[in-house]
């Protein structure tokens, strides 16, 4: 797997929390006066640069902007972590649809980015005219939340960029098979050198305060059924998370949303291999 794509423009802006104004680190590829627009929105622990590859197969079509969220690779840390919830989020998110002055809109969410696109996704006068929820539905399953918790929030230091990689490909195992290529682009550009030479991640270890404790709402399905736009979901047939039964009832009830699941694949799909991508974009195109 090869991770070569165009540099995106890297762009920034002033989003709001319960404790003040936080800078916003946001990604874009393509022509920048494009308003077909997708906006990319990444899972708990990761950030905007999981899209890489998405993105350089879109950019001829749409402008693709995929942000890092409050936190997270070069975005502000915030003051208080207990802000990171929902609440800001969805103010970041709104401040980027509203940046992004765009004429069409559609969203893909991996996990925490999926679930704040259902959400946004069911508002009334939503500007969302697509959706692509990526492995997370309106009920997640609790070994699932256990796993993630156990490792979000830790704050581990390595010696090397070896050990961190080490790390970072353990507990990320359910990604799959990204080959050599497709994990040193999660790896790099998910962790950061301090100025002692050691490596860390990047992202604030404070995340995990308010995903403690409330990682999301128990039920989800009033958001769901009340999605109107064309929505698709992913799926890994692995998934601890998303499980089967609730992706078969998301695709019967609300939006009733075409559903592509994934072998070899647990949580979650990274949209770096030809075939994610081209189910997320064939779904995109057809307008």
Known sequence: MTIAVAAPRVRELQSLSAHGFHRVVYYEWGDAANRDVV?????????????????????ARFRVI???????????????????????????????FARADAARLALVGTSMGGLLGMVL??????????????????VLEPAALARIADYVGRDPVYDSYDEIAAYIRRISAPFGDLGDAGWDH???????????????????????????GAPVPPDLWGYWDA???PTLVLRGLESDLLSAATARAMAARGPRAALREFAGVGHAPMLM?????????DFLEAT
């Open 39 to 59: 906006v990319c929105v990444h899972g708990l622990a990761r950030n905007g640069r999981d899209f890489d590859a998405l993105a350089a197969r879109l950019a």
């Open 121 to 138: 996704a069911a508002e009334r006068g939503t500007p969302l005219t697509r959706l692509v929820v990526n492995d997370v539905g309106p």
């Open 227 to 229: 999605i109107r736009c």
């Open 66 to 96: 995929a942000v890092d969220m409050p936190g997270r690779g070069e975005s502000e840390w915030l003051v208080d972590p207990l802000d990171y919830a929902f609440p800001t989020y969805l103010t970041t998110l709104t401040a980027l």
């Open 186 to 212: 999660i790896v790099r550009s998910n962790v950061r050198q301090r100025p002692d030479g050691r490596w860390r991640l990047a992202y604030d270890p404070g995340i995990a305060r308010a995903f403690a």
């Open 273 to 281: 291999d030809a075939g994610q991508i081209a189910a997320v974009a």
